[in-house]
Each structure stands twice: as C-alpha cells, then as structure tokens.
C-alpha cells in the first residue's frame, strides 16, 4: 500500500448517513480538508483550510476503517476533489469497500465511484463536465432564486439521476414550506433533510 500519499483530514467518524437518497444507511465517513466553494452557511469551516489539518496516508486511513468492519464509505468535505483520489480508490475497492461521493463539482473527478451525490453552488458554479457523474443532485434552497438555479442544474444531469431539494439548516423553517411546495408542483424531485442534525449524531 502506498504510503507516500497523503491527504489533509479534518475528521473520520463512524454514523449513519443523515440525508440524501442513501439516508439511514450506515457509513464511514473520511472528511478531507479543503474548500475553494465555502458557503456561508457551511458548518464545517474548519474544513476549508487544508493546511490546518493533519496529514494522514492512505494505509493510516484504511487501518482506522477496518475497525469497524463497514462496507461503505463517505468520501466528503471541503471538497475532496481538490485531491487526486485514483489510487485512494483503488485500494478501498480492492477492499470490497463501497465508496461514497459528496462534491461540489468544482474539480474534475479522480478516482471511481459506486456513488456520486452533486451538490453544486450557483456562487461557485460546478464543471459542465461533472453533470453526467451525478447518480444523484442535491441542491439546497435557502432562498426562491434557488428553485430556479436547481432547474437548471437538473436539465445538465443525465435522465437516471435522483433529484433533490434540501432546506439551509439555519433557515429550516423558513424554507420549508415553499420546498414542499414546489415538489408538490414538481415531482420529478424529492426532498432531503438532514436528519443527522435531527438525531444530534455526526
């Protein structure tokens, strides 16, 4: 195993994934350091600084998931495609591990994946490139001119990708209602809460 690569990680952690299509199902998580979006509404700032966090190598990364015993894994950040993840792949497929994508689209994607959940930015806007990797899109709507940011989103992602709309936490209650009715409007997406914040877990 190749232990002269190494990567910025800001946390690793074993939970169960809070929202999205994969919502409920238990997971890995390996939180990489970071950003070049930062939202003002992340609540993982720390995690925009790669320079802040502690390197660690691809074999300390794989010891600390086989204690476990899981067969999936969460690949988040920041936003990981900042990193080449080809050979990070590699070997936790070689592993039987399933290996989950959380990105904003900004980077051109390394490493393969049994999932990829897009999560694009209108401030920062993803890579036309990016569209068609989506098994999943997952726009959040902190406010109305995010309906038809996410519209236009969907229309460059392919025909089997999973569309949902998912409500800034801090303004949960405002957006809310009009996500639900939009979706009633529109049915073509789902909504995603993070439901993690909800259960008070990772």
Wanted: hydrophobic content about 35%.
């Amino acid at each position: 195993m190749n232990d002269t690569i190494t990567f910025p990680i800001v946390e690793q952690f074993y939970s169960i994934q809070g929202e999205g299509y994969h919502t409920g199902k238990p997971a890995y998580f390996v939180r990489f350091g970071g950003c070049n979006v930062c939202c003002g509404w992340c609540d993982v700032k720390e995690s925009w600084n790669p320079y802040i966090h502690a390197t660690e190598s691809i074999h300390d990364i794989v010891q600390k998931i086989q204690v476990y015993n899981v067969d999936s894994v969460v690949v988040t950040g920041g936003e990981p495609l900042m990193h080449n993840l080809d050979e990070f792949c590699n070997i936790l497929h070689s592993k039987s591990i399933q290996l989950f994508l959380e990105t904003s689209g900004t980077h051109p994607i390394s490493g393969t994946w049994d999932w990829i959940c897009l999560s694009p930015k209108k401030h920062h806007k993803p890579l036309d490139s990016i569209y068609l990797y989506a098994n999943e899109l997952k726009v959040v709507i902190d406010e109305s001119l995010d309906f038809e940011w996410a519209e236009l989103c969907a229309h460059k992602v392919g025909a089997n990708t999973l569309l949902y709309m998912q409500p800034e936490w801090n303004s949960y209650e405002k957006a809310i209602p009009g996500i639900v009715e939009y979706i009633k409007k529109h049915p073509q997406w789902r909504i995603s809460i993070q439901t993690h914040k909800f259960m008070n877990i990772p």
